[in-house]
Structure formats: C-alpha cells, structure tokens
C-alpha cells in the first residue's frame, strides 16, 4: 500500500522560501512520476509540477504561475520528493499536495490522472 506523508509547510512573509517534503511508502517509487497540486480556500485543486521516473530522466514540467521560482526534485534512495519554493508571494498560499501519477512515467498535469495523494501541507504567505 502506497503512503505520503507531506511536511515543511509553515507561514513565511513575501519573498521568503520554504521546502516541502514528500515521504513515501512502498515499492516502485522510482517508476512513478511524482507531482505537487495546491488547493487554495474557496479555489479548485490546481497543478504545481510534476518530475518523472527514473526511466523518463526526472523530466520535470511547473505551472506557468511558478516556472522560475520553484523546483522540483527527487531522491529515489529515500523516498522522498521535495518541492523548494523561493520568492513566494501571497498567491502561493494554499494547502499543498504530492501524488503519485498512475497513467506517466513522465508525469501529467491532470490530477485525475493521480492515483495516491498525501494529506496535506499548509503553506501561508503574508503579504
């Protein structure tokens, strides 16, 4: 049974970073693609980014809302994938999800296409 737990999430002032960390559970991490979705108050759930498995060579794909500012990454030996988020602006603020694609190696943006998700980490940003 496939598990995430998210953590790293915390208040932080305009401009200020953060790094979000994903454990996962069970076997196969390295052939999933794992990606990071944010739900902020009274919003739909929305794509943050995606890195693919090892077979796809980590290829990573961001929201055109935080392209250059956050990164995306991976550490197979471990388990863990991490979301650093720099420049962060009170837009940011929402509650941030990792999940594993069930249908990519190379990861997707549709989050239906997320078979396993985590419970959540809040993430706020004052202005």
């Known amino acids: 049974q496939v598990q995430l737990v998210e953590s790293g999430g915390g208040l932080v002032q305009a401009g200020g970073s953060l790094r979000l960390s994903c454990a996962v559970s069970?076997?196969?991490?390295?052939?999933?693609?794992m990606g990071w979705f944010r739900q902020a108050p009274g919003k739909e759930r929305e794509f943050v980014a995606v890195?693919?498995?090892?077979?796809?060579?980590?290829?990573?794909l961001y929201a055109d809302s935080v392209k250059g500012r956050f990164t995306i990454s991976r550490d197979n030996a471990k388990n863990m994938v991490y979301l650093q988020m720099s420049s962060l602006k009170p837009e940011d603020t929402a509650v941030y999800y990792c999940?594993?694609?069930?249908?990519?190696?190379?990861?997707?943006?549709?989050?239906?296409?997320?078979?396993?998700w985590g419970q959540g980490t809040q993430v706020t940003v004052s202005s």
């Open positions: 890195i693919g498995s090892s077979s796809s060579g980590g290829r990573t």
């Open positions: 999940a594993t694609d069930a249908t990519s190696a190379y990861g997707s943006r549709g989050e239906y296409n997320y078979d396993h």
């Open positions: 069970g076997r196969s991490f390295s052939n999933r693609a």
